[in-house]
């Protein structure tokens, strides 16, 4: 394809979506990372509450994605992630009064609303943009959204020894904003997108209706996330009750976010040489033992140590499931597995997830969750195991 100074197909174009990857995650990292320790702290709530509210973020972005996708296919990605962009950087300040549980609900449903597409059209446009420009590849676009959240938490956790938590807000505002303007000014759309992803119930239904495998895949992994917030973004609250200041949080969250680059990048030869069922198990096993260790340990110090596998818990099993996805789906369906895996791991297993243990804190603390976190997931392992060998004699699996 020959470059035009009217295609966005020229060097400049990568420096442009690299920017956009490192601004959205920084943005989101910088507010999402200490909001809990927020509605804890400074706004009183309980971890009952939190988790409620959590559990909102997570479940509203099921319901919310499948409209952004429609309003993006009538009007084109652009513009719906600069009004996604635009109104949500906004949208943030709304938590800065200090307020009851009742408000904190309300601006969450807000503020998710206008969030919950920014990543999923951002993905879209550099899988186009990748597919039409051989120079560039997606992991080296989304490399830096890995880099971009390393360096939100740490520059919060230090920003955090001066200001007040309430500054985690504009901080996220200025860099979403920003980003915002670089798209609205120096972003031009390509002009051959494939569709974007659309989840709906109907193709839902008629994809589980030809792949029975499939569903149990799905659910099994929703299970999973229901034993995952703690190695998401509940890890604050964690870290907090061990004792842990501000900086510790920016410091764990960072090593959580850089041990993800060499998985992301050798996560072909890995595939190739061990298998994605094997993988997947492996990295589950990891996260086990993770949660093992935090139910024992009292020293902030060790959390950065356990923090560092965290490139085996979420980079090896992501890249593990898309695999197993890729092989098991036809090509006119891997639009609406991928969104069905976001719905259900992210959205209802850790949504899930986040009601319950905000309820469990309240009662049992952090640490004792971890404890019956690693029970958990033992048994999910299991299930796997089980689910894979059954697979294997149904001769559904063998090429995964």
Not at 127 to 149: C, T
Not at 223 to 231: D, E, F, H, K, N
Not at 270 to 292: D, E
Request: charged letters at 10%.
């Amino acid at each position: 394809m020959k470059l035009t100074k009217n295609n966005i197909l020229r060097p400049e174009s990568t420096f442009i979506l690299k920017t956009a990857f490192f601004l959205s995650t920084f943005g989101a990292s910088a507010w999402l990372t200490f909001f809990y320790i927020y509605l804890e702290d400074s706004a009183g709530l309980r971890g009952g509450q939190i988790g409620i509210i959590a559990a909102v973020q997570q479940f509203a972005t099921i319901f919310m994605l499948p409209v952004w996708g429609l309003l993006a296919d009538k009007f084109g990605r652009r513009k719906v992630l600069l009004i996604a962009l635009c109104i949500s950087s906004l949208s943030l300040l709304l938590f800065m009064p200090e307020a009851g549980f009742k408000y904190y609900l309300l601006m969450m449903l807000f503020v998710v609303l206008f969030t919950s597409p920014v990543n999923t059209l951002l993905d879209s446009i550099a899988l186009d943009f990748v597919q039409q420009y051989k120079k560039s590849s997606y992991g080296e676009l989304r490399l830096w959204a890995s880099i971009g959240w390393s360096s939100a938490t740490l520059l919060i956790g230090q920003l955090l020894n001066i200001f007040p938590l309430q500054i985690i807000f504009p901080v996220a505002t200025t860099a979403i904003f920003l980003n915002f303007l670089i798209m609205l000014f120096l972003y031009k759309p390509l002009k051959i997108q494939t569709n974007p992803q659309v989840l709906s119930i109907k193709n839902a239904y008629n994809l589980f209706a030809k792949n029975r495998f499939l569903m149990i895949f799905f659910f099994l992994l929703m299970l999973y996330g229901t034993a995952s917030p703690p190695v998401f973004l509940f890890l604050n609250l964690y870290i907090k009750e061990i004792g842990g200041t501000a900086s510790d949080i920016g410091i764990a969250f960072a090593i959580q976010s850089v041990s993800e680059f060499p998985f992301f990048f050798w996560g072909k030869y890995l595939i190739t040489k061990f298998g994605a069922k094997k993988l997947l198990v492996f990295s589950m096993i990891v996260t086990a033992v993770r949660f093992g260790f935090f139910s024992i340990i009292n020293d902030p110090a060790y959390v950065f140590v356990l923090s560092s596998f965290h490139g085996i818990t979420f980079a090896v099993f992501m890249i593990s499931v898309i695999d197993i996805l890729h092989k098991l789906i036809p090509v006119e369906w891997k639009a609406t597995a991928q969104s069905l895996f976001y719905a259900s791991f992210f959205g209802a297993g850790i949504g899930l997830g986040n009601l319950v243990m905000g309820y469990m804190k309240d009662i049992i603390g952090m640490q004792k969750i971890m404890y019956y976190d690693t029970i958990w997931t033992a048994f999910i392992i299991i299930a796997f195991t089980a689910f894979f060998g059954y697979g294997r004699i149904k001769n559904k699996l063998m090429k995964i």
